[in-house]
């Protein structure tokens, strides 16, 4: 089986278990990363473009969000996927980096320094940011029922706009390669536009 056969076949079990994901994390979302990996390898000539092109499908299928506590199964099963098709030396370094792309991973382990890691680590913190980010950020929070925003401290804590300071806006400092901070430098000038002009909108006394 070709590598454009594997990657049929890894299309096909993904889409299948993000079905159930909210919009921000579907398979657009899944798309948008391989891109923007794909973006970052060619110009810093990382790795090899087969490796990353699956790490980046693979990078949410466990997601915490929606697999609850059930991740060694979601590792098992990509396990399976790649002894079953011939890649079980992929085994180690994919359940790697679904272990630790996210942003709020509490289950660091492994090589963590592993160039595909770090690669998908920025095409995802990329797709948290700018026009896209605002947009999944706010879906999300519908998704959850969170506030959109409250003056109320207690309250806002849960709210879509305080997950702006919580995580969006610290993105841009977290990045490893240098083509994603070039990406993230409009991105990030776009969230903080839409912030002034949110507050300027929350906060209009007619002027």
Excluded at 26 to 43: E, F, G, P, Q
Excluded at 136 to 144: E, H, K, V
Excluded at 154 to 172: D, P
């Amino acid at each position: 089986m070709n590598k454009e056969e594997l990657i049929n076949k890894a299309e096909c079990i993904v889409k299948k278990k993000i079905a159930g994901y909210d919009s921000g994390h579907d398979w657009w979302h899944i798309t948008r990363v391989r891109n923007l990996s794909k973006y970052i390898n060619d110009r810093e000539n990382l790795e090899d473009s087969f490796l990353v092109d699956l790490a980046a499908m693979f990078h949410d299928y466990g997601d915490s969000k929606f697999s609850g506590n059930n991740h060694e199964e979601c590792y098992l099963e990509i396990n399976k996927f790649l002894n079953d098709n011939g890649l079980g030396d992929l085994n180690n370094r994919i359940t790697d980096i679904m272990k630790n792309v996210s942003f709020s991973s509490k289950m660091r382990s492994g090589n963590i320094e592993d160039p595909v890691l770090l690669i998908i680590q920025d095409a995802d913190k990329l797709d948290a940011m700018g026009a896209i980010g605002i947009a999944r950020a706010f879906n999300y929070g519908g998704f959850r029922n969170n506030l959109i925003y409250s003056p109320v401290k207690e309250e806002n804590k849960n709210s879509t706009i305080n997950h702006f300071y919580e995580k969006l806006l610290l993105l841009k400092s977290m990045l490893h390669t240098e083509t994603a901070r070039v990406i993230a430098h409009e991105r990030h000038e776009i969230m903080e536009v839409f912030l002034r002009q949110f507050y300027k909108e929350w906060n209009f006394n007619g002027v």
